[in-house]
DNA sequence: ACTTGACTTGAAGTTGACTTCAACTTTAAG
DNA sequence: CTTAAAGTTGAAGTCAACTTCAAGTCAAGT
């Protein structure tokens, strides 16, 4: 078998781009699992692997480590996930993305007929009004997310 | 003159959509500033609005408070700002949207052609490649934001 | 057996942008 | 003058997603 735990935590690490402490926090929320030596260290199957990227790639659309577990929950758990499964958890991601963009652009299109003017009025300006900007931008009432992705630039160095 | 400090807080809260409190700390944070009755209770300028309208824009555009510290430098101390001036430094706000925008149409192209494929692979899939993602989504070398903006959303209940 | 590097834990710290709290004071209306 | 609403302060709390720390344990090579 490959279920066969053999990846120790800094392998892990490295192949996966996580920190150590990252992976053992993952733990702990129940995104990841590792079987124990008998010492108590961790010993992760290869599959963690393809967990981890997933969890990196929902990351980087946006989705929160609440979000992630949920999406997580959806796979099947007696057999090793497929391909399809994997492809059909992340299927709805694009509408996310979608989402954003749209909500990005018409922020810049309110800028572009903002700065014109130099108004950034309260009463008027879509860019500065509280109620417009936020309504144009969660058109479908849920929370729209993409916080980590960009900031998560930095880790490259 | 209208440079005559007025509004109390409470006013200006409701009238910039800031809560009492974010008024403080932004004053703290020597974001705005207000003067004092006798008492002790604040006393805003009508002009503290416009400020704060540009404090607002510039959190949606994705800007830190640090940034927009930076940003409110620029404007003339010994006069009131003119439109002329709001404008001249939110002028490269839209580039910062366009490179955010390009960003996540990057990501959806990416998640576009791996989701056919399922592999979320680590070392080829750009979607869960901590390299990759990190470098398409931040061509500049700087920093890309956009967090607060979208959380923003449920400010409008 | 020894050494060294990797690993373990729980607890506490970090960051940014605020909010909440407790205790107290000011202001404005009546 | 009284009273209630609104304001004040510093300190502490919140959230997410981790990281860091201290103090100790395990695994593997020689």
Same mark, same amino acid.
């Given at each position: 078998?490959?279920?066969?735990?053999?990846? &120790?935590?800094?392998?892990?690490?490295?192949?996966?781009?996580?920190?150590?402490?990252?992976? /053992?926090?993952?733990?702990?929320?129940?995104?990841?699992?590792?079987?124990?030596?008998?010492?108590?260290?961790? /010993?992760?199957? /290869?599959?963690?692997?393809?967990?981890?990227?997933?969890?990196?790639?929902?990351?980087?659309?946006?989705? &929160?480590?609440?979000?992630?577990?949920?999406?997580?929950? /959806? @796979?099947?758990?007696?057999? &090793?996930?497929?391909?399809?499964?994997?492809?059909?958890?992340?299927?709805?991601?694009?509408?996310?993305?979608?989402?954003?963009?749209?909500?990005?652009?018409?922020?810049?299109?309110?800028?572009?007929?903002?700065?014109?003017?130099?108004?950034?009025? @309260?009463?008027?300006?879509?860019?500065?009004?509280?109620?417009?900007?936020?309504?144009?931008?969660?058109?479908?009432?849920?929370?729209?997310?993409?916080?980590? @992705?960009?900031?998560?630039? &930095?880790?490259?160095?």
């Amino acid at each position: 078998m490959d279920t066969n735990p053999v990846l &120790t935590v800094s392998e892990v690490a490295r192949r996966s781009g996580f920190a150590a402490s990252a992976l /053992r926090y993952y733990e702990r929320e129940g995104l990841v699992r590792a079987a124990r030596t008998g010492g108590g260290q961790r /010993r992760y199957q /290869r599959t963690v692997l393809r967990r981890l990227a997933f969890i990196r790639a929902a990351r980087n659309v946006g989705l &929160t480590l609440d979000e992630v577990r949920e999406e997580l929950k /959806r @796979l099947p758990e007696s057999r &090793t996930p497929t391909k399809a499964d994997w492809t059909r958890i992340s299927r709805n991601w694009r509408h996310r993305l979608d989402d954003q963009i749209a909500a990005l652009q018409a922020l810049r299109d309110g800028l572009d007929s903002c700065i014109g003017c130099g108004c950034l009025s @309260l009463q008027s300006c879509s860019m500065s009004n509280p109620d417009d900007v936020a309504a144009s931008l969660v058109p479908s009432g849920g929370a729209v997310f993409l916080p980590a @992705l960009l900031r998560r630039g &930095t880790d490259a160095d």
